[in-house]
T-cell receptor, first 114, second 115 residues
Framework: KNQVEQSPQSLIILEGKNCTLQ??????????LRWYKQDTGRGPVSLTI?????NTKSNGRYTATLDADTKQSSLHITASQLSDSASYIC?????????????FGAGTRLAVHP | GAVVSQHPSRVICKSGTSVKIECRSL??????MFWYRQFPKQSLMLMAT?????????EQGVEKDKFLINHASLTLSTLTVTSAHPEDSSFYIC???????????FGSGTRLTVV
């Protein structure tokens, strides 16, 4: 069964600290993996997208890694800011059906406190 | 970059009435759009796939007669919640995939409250 599991479910950190969010997936065949940031009451916004051959990709203070062999990805946030408080969703795309079907993780709710 | 506009952002309606939500791709054409539903503190759940010029494909358990989808043009898909009930209150989000891009773009969502 195609699944995406994220951990931790929620996380509280102090402003300025770093944190790492985890994503494990069993989606096969794999097409690509995306990390999205979703602010409360808003639609998800793409942070990174990685294909099978990519191991790491950065977007400002966000760095995503991908290990396609172990089917694991992580999202590292550096020097956190209050505005980083949001849900971070890992989305894995599987092949088939004429377009890539998305499998969503349940998300990690991050709260950055001053 | 690719932008998906969703309207309205929030709507309150009376039980038994119908509500239409619009999803527009502003700077690209989308033959396929997707509609999601999200309950508080849960992830997005795919409701249906909207196909331009043809019938939508609904996920298992989603009532097609209740959630009417129309994709009449390459830039517009609409979701109509018919005979809304309080349990239909939720956050509805659409997305589309620009041609040649891996990244699905999401609308900003619509908060529906049925009273």
């Amino acid at each position: 069964k195609n699944q995406v599991e994220q951990s931790p479910q929620s996380l509280i950190i102090l402003e300025g600290k770093n944190c790492t969010l985890q994503c494990n997936y069993t989606v096969s065949p794999f097409s690509n993996l995306r990390w999205y940031k979703q602010d409360t009451g808003r639609g998800p916004v793409s942070l990174t997208i990685m294909t099978f051959s990519e191991n790491t990709k950065s977007n400002g203070r966000y760095t995503a890694t991908l290990d396609a062999d172990t089917k694991q990805s992580s999202l590292h946030i550096t020097a956190s800011q209050l505005s980083d408080s949001a849900s971070y969703i890992c989305v894995v795309s599987g092949r088939g059906g004429g377009y890539n079907k998305l499998i969503f993780g349940a998300g990690t709710r991050l709260a950055v406190h001053p | 970059g690719a932008v998906v506009s969703q309207h309205p952002s929030r709507v309150i309606c009376k039980s038994g009435t119908s509500v239409k939500i619009e999803c527009r791709s502003l700077d690209f054409q989308a033959t396929t759009m997707f509609w999601y539903r999200q309950f508080p503190k849960q992830s997005l759940m795919l409701m249906a796939t909207s196909n331009e010029g043809s019938k939508a494909t609904y996920e298992q358990g989603v009532e097609k007669d209740k959630f009417l989808i129309n994709h009449a043009s390459l830039t517009l898909s609409t979701l109509t919640v018919t005979s809304a009930h309080p349990e239909d209150s939720s956050f509805y989000i659409c997305s589309a995939l620009p041609t040649g891009d891996y990244g699905y773009t999401f609308g900003s969502g619509t908060r529906l409250t049925v009273v």
